[in-house]
């Protein structure tokens, strides 16, 4: 197994094969993501699917998955999802790709949490991928200057980017804005996620702390098994 991608792909249905019959399952969002939810239509069990975003829940359902929302279904057994790092103790940074807050809502409310991944995301601190902060629209460059206040708190003197695509600012599927925040190093991810959180107009972080319960990583040799 050598490229990212077969990584990904291995991790995926490594995951898929977690998966009964009958569960509840919250659905990642992202590439490696998306080939879990690849292999799990791909197993044909009767099971009730929580998308973490719009866009998963589009491939989801042409793959025939059954989908509950958040706040409808009972509980969720188990949520399988991507990472942009993981850290120590599988402290995770994630929202890469914008989805952070459906994301979070949906692992908090789960039974279990697996990440898959590629061996790339693997860290010994978190940091090196800009941490995504989501903000409410309604003055955001105010929020981003207590954002900037808030991280200096922590010691890290840098200033949030808004994220752009083609010039115009991302917008998740609540409608709020991304900052991505290039801390390059993160020393106590504890007190920043509590700084970050104490901003008015901070909806949420990439921080995911004591969340996962398991990381399944492909590597060149095989999918490796992680525990906190
Ligand atoms: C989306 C995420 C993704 O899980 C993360 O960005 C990893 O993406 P990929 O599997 O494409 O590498 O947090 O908000």
Known sequence: ?????????????????????????????????????KALAARGLDIVGVPTSLATAE??????IRLGELGQVKSIDLTVDGA????????????????LLREKLVWEASRRCVVIADAEKRVAS???FPL??????FGHETTALRICDAL?????GIAPRLRLKDGAPVKTDGGNLIYDAACGRIEDPAQLADALKSVTGVVDHGLFLDLA???????PDGVVTLEP
């Open 152 to 156: 200096a708190e922590c010691d890290l």
């Open 132 to 137: 995504p902060i989501e903000v409410v629209a």
């Open 126 to 128: 978190l940091g090196k």
């Open 213 to 219: 319960d398991m990381a399944l990583v492909g590597t």
């Open 1 to 37: 197994m050598s490229s990212a991608d077969d990584q990904k792909r291995a991790a995926g249905e490594a995951a898929a094969a977690l998966v009964e019959n009958g569960m509840t399952v919250g659905l990642g969002t992202g590439s490696t993501s998306a080939w879990f939810v």
């Open 84 to 99: 942009d790092e993981i850290g120590p103790a599988l402290s995770l940074i994630k929202g890469g790709g914008a989805a």
């Open 59 to 64: 491939l989801a359902q042409s793959l025939g």
